[in-house]
């Protein structure tokens, strides 16, 4: 397979979105998968709309996915700089030369003047066009004054690797602006000469480029350069699959997903999956499987529907993956201090793995730690209307729990052997000795122990929790019942 040079070139406007990532993932497997090389490079020639810090962002971002690029910033390079702002005269360079060969001018037309060439042809109901009023005579380019590429309107076809064969009629063509007044490029030039240098052969990016694609196509022709591979990846569209997703349909940057708590192998798998696939049943990919399954081909033409749910469900497969295949170290290792309860930070370290051991297979993300193992760290606020209205529980008087719950207080109390088996086997005999079901039981003691909506398999609980613990919670619960 030949070598593959792409690249991913975001630019620093804002937050990165998760179809920027999926821009990112595409490139970075074809390169990867074939020896070839992973370009990163910052497209920051809108210097209206920059943000600071936001570049920070992209790198932390794809550092976090393990999307590590060849050449870029920090990594640098043979075709350095990586920043566009850092690139002025390479622009400069070739748009003289294509004013030189006739096939782009000079324009210091002010805006005004456009806009009433724009509200005249609105007037005569024809579009827009601004060829149709291209200067005359042309000027001397000097820094300062606009270079436009001068169109010559024509038909064109062109092989997408995703889309298939496509056309254009002549119609689309415009004198579209290589150089703004600041002296910058705008992206519809800058791209094509960066690619160029760069030695780009697959140009992937979103479906929302394909209008521009003429203009594109005309530009490689007046260039005299050959066109690199195309391949325009579908929209991801809002959870109700109606239209592209936005911010407005709630979306997140991927930095707020990894605050939440969704593991990188997770959002990876996710986001490559979202639009591809490679025509099985699997749904779980670890990096490896996609760098040996991935191929152009199998990314399909149509919009993928961004589904958070199945994300989570997702990062709950990969927290399970993790344990099974890496072990408790590992996992814990992956969990930042922030997901942890408050009162977790003053157990030590073997203690939270204990926790974590028991608690694994039931988190969706890593933040549901907060909600799942608190009451293993403080002592859980007793609220006995989570007995007495519990349905398997409420048939049962004050008096028969308080006395349940003394029977196991004293059966527990007894252990010598605080072990996870043990405990089982005990709980098991008071279930014969009492005539409870499990429901009712176990039901009584997780909440009288927990006061949490969940707990994981109770002997688990009790063990980790300790005896003098379960002992006092027992007793603070029935104490608590006798006065409600």
């Known amino acids: 397979m030949e070598k593959a040079i792409t690249r991913f070139a975001p630019s620093p406007t804002g937050y990165i979105h998760i179809g920027n990532v999926r821009s990112a993932i595409y490139p970075y497997l074809l390169a990867k998968q074939t020896g070839g090389t992973f ?44 920043f566009q702002t850092e690139r002025k005269s390479h622009y400069i360079e070739w748009a003289k030369r294509l004013i030189a060969a006739g096939r782009a001018y000079a324009d210091p037309t002010p805006a005004e003047k456009i806009d009433e060439y724009r509200k005249e042809d609105t007037a005569k109901k024809i579009p827009y ?14 820094e300062g004054i606009p270079i436009r590429f001068k169109t010559e309107p024509k038909s064109y076809e062109w092989h997408d690797e ?19 007044k600041d002296g910058l490029p705008t992206y519809n030039f800058a791209h094509i000469i960066d690619d160029l240098e760069m030695g780009v052969t697959h140009v992937i990016r979103g479906q929302e480029y394909l209008s521009s694609m003429p203009n594109y196509l005309a530009l490689y022709e007046a260039l005299g350069i050959d066109r690199p591979k195309f391949v325009s990846l579908p929209h991801i569209l809002a959870p109700q699959g109606n239209k592209k997703l ?44 996609l760098l040996k399954k991935f191929s152009l081909d199998r990314i399909q033409n149509s919009g993928a529907r961004f589904d958070e749910t199945k994300l989570l469900w997702m990062n709950g497969m990969w927290i399970r993956k993790i344990h099974d295949e890496e072990g408790i170290d590992i996992l814990y290792a992956k969990i930042a201090e922030d997901f942890w309860p408050e009162s977790a930070k003053n157990y030590p370290e073997d203690y939270r793995k204990k926790v974590l051991a028991i608690i694994y297979d039931r988190l969706k993300s890593l933040s549901d730690l907060k909600t799942y193992t608190t009451y293993f760290f403080e002592e859980p606020r007793i609220d006995t209307s989570l007995i007495l209205g519990n349905k398997f529980l409420k ?18 109390g007894n252990e010598t052997d605080w072990s996870a088996d043990r405990l089982q086997t005990t709980l098991n005999t008071l279930l014969e000795e009492t005539g409870k079901k499990p429901a009712e039981l176990f039901s009584l003691i997780r909440i009288a122990v927990s006061f949490a909506p969940f707990s994981p ?15 006092a919670r027992l007793n603070a619960t029935k104490l608590a019942l006798e006065s409600a």
């Open 129 to 142: 066009l601004y060829r149709n009023h291209r200067p005359e005579e042309t000027i001397e380019w000097q």
């Open 39 to 82: 370009i990163l490079r910052i497209e920051d020639t809108d210097q209206a709309r920059y943000v600071e810090g936001a570049t920070d962002l992209i790198k932390e971002t794809l550092t976090w996915l393990g999307l590590n690029w060849d050449e870029g910033p920090d990594v640098g390079g043979p075709h350095a700089p990586y």
């Open 246 to 289: 936005s911010k407005r349909d709630g979306a997140k940057s991927v930095t707020d997903y990894k605050n939440d708590g969704i593991l990188p192998e997770a959002m990876l798998n996710y986001l490559a999956c979202l639009g591809w696939n490679d025509g099985t049943e699997q749904e779980i990919y670890d990096r490896e499987d």
């Open 162 to 180: 995703v889309m298939g064969d496509l056309s254009s009629g002549p119609e689309v063509l415009d004198d579209i602006i290589l150089i703004k």
């Open 395 to 412: 048939k049962s008087s004050e008096d028969e729990l308080q006395n349940l719950l003394a029977t196991v207080a004293e059966r527990l």
């Open 457 to 471: 398999a109770l002997h688990l609980t009790l063990e980790v929790l300790g005896k003098d613990r379960t002992l």
